[in-house]
Structures are given as C-alpha cells and as structure tokens.
C-alpha cells in the first residue's frame, strides 16, 4: 500500500529536503568540473571539426562565463544518479511496496537513456547542424563564432535531446501512478506526430526538413517505444 499521505506543508518540506540533498553533490560536482573545463572544452568543440576551425571571444569575461557554463552542466551528469534518486525517493510514497522495488531500474534506465540522447546529438545530430548552418553563409562570408554562443547552443541542444529520450521513463512513472496507460498512448498517435515534429522543429536548429526529421524519427520510435513500456507496467 502507498504510504501514509503527506499534507501539504509535508510534501512542501519533502521537496525542499530532497533540493537540498541534490544542490550540496551537485555544487561539490561543478567545483571539481571546473578544474578540467579547458578538456571538456576541447572535447565539445569535438562536433565542429570541420565545420568550425577556431572560435573567438569578444569580452574579458566570456572565456570566464563559458567555463562556468561547462563546469555546472558537467555538473549535473556527474550528479545525475543521485538527483534521479532523490527524485524517486519524492514519488515513492505515491507507489506501492512491490512498485518501489525498482528504485535501481528508474535510476539506471533514466540515466541510460538521458546518456543515449546525449550522445545521439553529440555524435549525429550536432555535426550534421552545424555543418549545414556554416554552408549558408557560402564562400562570401567567414565564420566568427564566438565560444560562449557555441557552448551555449551544444548545451542547450544536448540537454534538450537529453530531456526527449525520458520519453519511456516519463512513461513508465505515469503509468505506475495510474495517470496514463498504453490505450491512451494509442488513441493519440496522431497528436503524438504532430508534436514531436513542433518539437522536433523548436530543438533542431536548422530550417531544413532532413535535420529536423533527423530527430524526429527516434522520437516517434521512443513514443512507440512509450507504449510497449506503459502496457508492460500497467498496475495488476
């Protein structure tokens, strides 16, 4: 049975008690990253070989904020076990006994496929982007790019393809909280398209169709994925 049922105020202190236990590994986690920022700096140019030779800064303080940028995303995935694990211990008092039994699954899985969106747009669909945004501007113009917009644009699309392959943990979890089931997933396939191609289309930063259907495809896949998942771990 679920435990007993927390008044607001408890689940407001819950909360708060769990940021707490994410905030202190994940500030520990961005000191220690910001000692190795020049690496992993060197290693997120990794998708611009060929596209982009060298990047520039135009302020005394952007070389700063750049490493900053990387220390806390490097941050958050050397952390990211223990913020999906507090982020279980919050909802488990919404499962059951047998359900809570899969902590170690949530946690692996989560992690997993957040790793496997990362390195999908790390390794496919940032050097396809970038190289196709590079070969607008033709032979006319030169490429200036300053390394606080390119850090900012790998981040932000990484941790975007990051966030789309929770789509089978997101899920799992709603059917374990009887919030959704595989027959809903079904009825709204259609609905499904439409949004995973606006969404598709908002992430990708490229105009044309084939970067944007480059995403696109693995979505639907996870969303058929989704309904395989929510039928296996639909409530007995």
């Given at each position: 049975?679920?435990?007993?049922?927390?008044?607001?105020?408890?689940?407001?202190?819950?909360?708060?008690?769990?940021?707490?236990?994410?905030?202190?590994?994940?500030?520990?986690?961005?000191?220690?990253?910001?000692?190795?920022?020049?690496?992993?700096?060197?290693?997120?140019?990794?998708?611009?070989?060929?596209?982009?030779?060298?990047?520039?800064?135009?302020?005394?303080?952007?070389?700063?904020?750049?490493?900053?940028?990387?220390?806390?995303?490097?941050?958050?995935?050397?952390?990211?076990?223990?913020?999906?694990?507090?982020?279980?211990?919050?909802?488990?008092?919404?499962?059951?006994?047998?359900?809570?039994?899969?902590?170690?699954?949530?946690?692996?899985?989560?992690?997993?496929?957040?790793?496997?969106?990362?390195?999908?747009?790390?390794?496919?669909?940032?050097?396809?982007?970038?190289?196709?945004?590079?070969s607008l501007a033709g032979d006319d113009l030169t490429p200036v790019i300053s390394v606080s917009k390119y850090i900012s644009f790998v981040l932000a699309l990484t941790l975007?393809?990051?966030?789309?392959?929770?789509?089978?943990?997101l899920a799992w979890i709603l059917t374990k909280l009887k919030i959704l089931n595989a027959g809903i997933l079904r009825k709204k396939r259609k609905y499904a398209a439409v949004?995973?191609?606006?969404?598709?289309?908002?992430?990708?930063?490229?105009?044309?169709?084939?970067?944007?259907?480059?995403?696109?495809?693995?979505?639907?896949?996870?969303?058929?994925?989704?309904?395989?998942?929510?039928?296996?771990?639909?409530?007995?």
């Open positions: 049975m679920p435990d007993k049922e927390l008044s607001l105020i408890g689940h407001l202190t819950e909360l708060r008690k769990r940021i707490i236990y994410c905030l202190i590994p994940f500030l520990l986690a961005t000191v220690f990253s910001a000692l190795f920022t020049r690496s992993i700096l060197g290693f997120l140019r990794l998708p611009a070989k060929g596209a982009i030779e060298k990047l520039a800064f135009f302020s005394p303080q952007e070389i700063a904020v750049t490493y900053i940028k990387i220390a806390i995303f490097s941050g958050l995935l050397l952390t990211l076990p223990i913020i999906l694990y507090q982020i279980w211990r919050f909802i488990s008092p919404a499962l059951e006994e047998r359900q809570k039994r899969h902590t170690i699954n949530f946690i692996f899985f989560t992690w997993f496929s957040f790793f496997i969106g990362v390195g999908f747009c790390f390794f496919c669909l940032l050097p396809i982007s970038l190289k196709f945004l590079i975007g393809c990051g966030l789309v392959f929770e789509m089978p943990v949004i995973i191609l606006i969404v598709a289309a908002i992430i990708t930063p490229t105009t044309d169709p084939f970067n944007m259907f480059l995403l696109a495809g693995p979505m639907y896949i996870l969303y058929e994925i989704s309904i395989w998942i929510s039928q296996w771990a639909r409530p007995q």
